[in-house]
């Protein structure tokens, strides 16, 4: 952008609330209450308030227009930057475990509609803030602003999100309103999600800024990948283990097929831990909460295993919440870096769709990330791995 440009935001305050509760979504009041009675802490707020830091260190100059409270002005003043308030109409709001409003899909779409004067709208959410945002938009027709996601919940899977907080205000801060282009917003049920059935829908596009490199891009899927590959992947994992270790399987149709090969019926999207056993493997934990996970690693020898989401590349920061930078401080037994802490998971067919891009860490913690990158041996067969780099997401594009 040039000039005086005005950038507009809108948060979802409980967005990824059920992410590190291992609820798979943070949908509805009910699952907002038992994420907070898992002990989650929201978070989309300060990765909003991320993103805007990095907007202003770029752009100093940027007018910041945003709505009251808890979707945008609270990340907006917690970010240090001016701002300017416009309050959307109001209408009929779904409580928040809180007792108080702006957590339901009318008050994100009145919120897009006051803020349509905006050059550039930020919101920050996951892919069901973004098919409330596609809503908002389609309803302004042309009078509405370019717009770019902010992730900061479970589901990340559509093309309008950038990398990170920080990308996305990098990106804010290069945005220019001539170099546009479409990005597809994809959610998933989360009923569905819950019990195990992975089946994405396309909704629609919006207009985002031209900025590939610092877009996360679509998620592709891992239909196409054969039976034998996965649990060829999975019998290499199992070669590896060692008794007296806890194995922390994360999400994936691969890892669970390690759960398979030691003869357990572990959970397809969520996160289990394990132990090698005289015959076959032992269930220590399924589908566990962040609170539960932390206590189980602490203290114990762990590694985690984890697979990479196609088409975009993240292994850490797309639902795996689960593991949150406590925990992956404790698995890494200080952070010093992944060694054999960490085998990650991909078949040769999902890494040649990266085409030489980097995996991408995005635990919430910036500088744990930071620490995590160089490279990482990435099993992708029985007896068959290789070298690939990983680095966090948030690399090249702090303000």
Known sequence: MT???????????????????????SDGVEVQRAALARGATPRAGERAARAVRTLMARRPGTRVLTVPGRMGE?????????????????GPAEACPGGSAGTSAADTRRAVAALAG????????????????????????????????VPAGVKVYSGCFALSP???????????????????????DEDAYRRGLVSPRLYGSLRVPAARAAL????????????????GVAREVVARMRPGVRYVLGPG?????????????????????????????????ADVAETELFGLVSGKESVLVLSVIGGQGFVLGRGN?????????????GGSGPGGRLLVLATQQKLASLKGRPLLADSGDEDLDKKLGGHVQVITGYRESTIYRICAASEEFDG
């Not at 919101?123 to 596609?134: I, N, P, Q």
């Open 74 to 90: 609270d990340s907006v003043r917690a970010s240090g930057t001016p701002y300017d308030l416009v309050r959307p109409p109001t």
């Open 166 to 188: 920080a990308a996305a205000g990098f990106v804010a801060a290069e945005f220019d309103p001539v170099r546009t282009a479409e990005a597809e917003v994809v959610d998933l």
């Open 253 to 285: 149709a691969t890892t669970r097929a390690v759960g398979r090969a030691l003869g357990l019926a572990t959970t397809l999207l969520g996160v289990d831990v394990v132990e090698l056993a005289p015959a076959g493997g032992r269930l220590v934990a």
């Open 118 to 149: 905006v050059d550039l709208l930020l919101f920050a959410g996951g892919d069901g803030t973004a098919r409330d945002v596609l809503d908002a938009v389609r309803a302004l027709g042309g009078q509405a602003p370019p717009v770019l996601g």
């Open 216 to 231: 996360s891009g679509r998620k592709t899927g891992s239909s196409g990948t054969a039976p034998a590959t996965a649990e």
């Open 321 to 333: 919440q689960q593991v949150s930078p406590r925990v992956l401080d404790a698995l890494l037994d």
């Open 3 to 25: 000039g005086a440009a005005v950038v507009g935001l809108v948060v979802n305050p409980v967005a990824g609330l059920g992410g590190a509760a291992g609820l798979k979504g």
